[in-house]
């Protein structure tokens, strides 16, 4: 037998006894250390506050505040108006959300450079969208090019956008994707961001961290040992190991 095979041979071996060495933890052990770890009702009650505010469910988040005596961290009036703007936002009503943002709080804006630039960013976007030629490179020239002076970043945003003008067929331009409404969401997530760190708020929810938290244990545990795994985090139902 040649060397190469030899290895080839040993190494299967080696895989196969790694394999085989795993520890193997039973449905009923795992579910037996599951229940050893207490949590408090009041604190999963908080991370579900958490989600429905970060994620401006005014209702739900009102509804589980009578219901299960958690009380937000924020004021829920609030949530409506934050919503408020980032609808304007989702809808090209960019004009409309930004005196939102000022009465809700003009500092947002004024301490936040980059946000408002892409508000306006959005603005013109929403002007090319519309076929308003003349009045978006107006408001191109006035309201966005002294800003690309003065930033580099801002100035290749604005060439990239101002490029849109030079297709008549947006289908086949470079940078097309600004007319998508995932660019619309994109400049509402981040307004809604920024309302959110006004009001000394995380700008995420904690459970999408938590659900990454879970994926990455259940990834590094993989290697070392065979256990109810979470494979479907729609039911979080366990598969059992020896399946």
Known sequence: MSLFWIVIRRLAEIEERMATSKKVITREEWEKRLNDIKIRKEDMNKLVMNFLVTEGYVEAAEKFRMESGTEPDIDLATIS????????VQCGNVEDAIEKVNDLNPEILDTNPQLFFHLQQQRLIELIRDGKIEEALEFAQE???PRGEE??????????????????????????????????LKAA????????????????????????????AQNQLDEKAAYPRINNFSNATFEDPLD
């Open 81 to 88: 108006d934050r919503m408020a703007v980032k609808k304007a």
């Open 151 to 184: 930033n580099q970043s801002f100035l290749e945003e604005l060439e990239r956008t101002v490029s849109l003008l030079a297709f008549e067929d947006v289908s086949n331009c470079p940078v097309g994707e600004l007319l998508d409404i995932s660019q619309r």
């Open 189 to 216: 997530s981040e307004v809604n961001a920024a309302i959110l760190t006004s009001q000394s708020h995380e700008k995420d929810p904690k459970l999408p961290s938590l659900l990454k938290m879970l994926i990455w």
């Open 143 to 145: 309201e966005l090019a």
